[in-house]
């Protein structure tokens, strides 16, 4: 069975940083896309970012020049620095992992999924 659990989240002042962690058990998944994802109060769930499994990564442009997504293949782990962040980045963050190398543009991608970590930026 496979486990995603996130770390790293917290409470940060504006224009701070945090980097996020998502570690994968029970499968490996270097040759896969994996990902991070959030979703805010009231909010529908929004993409992050994603790397594939040449680690070729795709950022959505509210993050673009701030979050950089990375991995760890020895580690099976998927990491997110976040920089510069602004209020409107707070909100629960998901890592997620697909049995496809490559990302087809949309969540539909992802099969396994953490339960989230929260980050809070404060002004």
């Known amino acids: 069975q496979v486990h995603m659990v996130e770390s790293g989240g917290g409470l940060v002042q504006a224009g701070g940083s945090l980097r996020l962690s998502c570690a994968a058990s029970?499968?490996?998944?270097?040759?896969?896309?994996m990902g991070w994802f959030r979703q805010a109060p009231g909010k529908e769930r929004e993409f992050v970012a994603a790397i594939v499994w040449n680690g070729g990564t795709y950022e959505a442009d509210s993050v673009k020049g701030r979050f950089t997504i990375s991995r760890d293949n020895a580690e099976n782990t998927v990491y997110l620095q976040m920089n510069s962040l602004k209020p409107e980045d707070t909100a629960v963050y998901y890592c997620?992992?697909?049995?496809?190398?490559?990302?087809?543009?949309?969540?539909?991608?992802?099969?396994?999924w953490g339960q989230g970590t929260q980050v809070t930026v404060s002004s």
């Open positions: 997620a992992a697909s049995d496809s190398p490559i990302y087809r543009g949309s969540d539909t991608t992802f099969q396994y």
């Open positions: 029970g499968r490996t998944f270097s040759s896969n896309a």
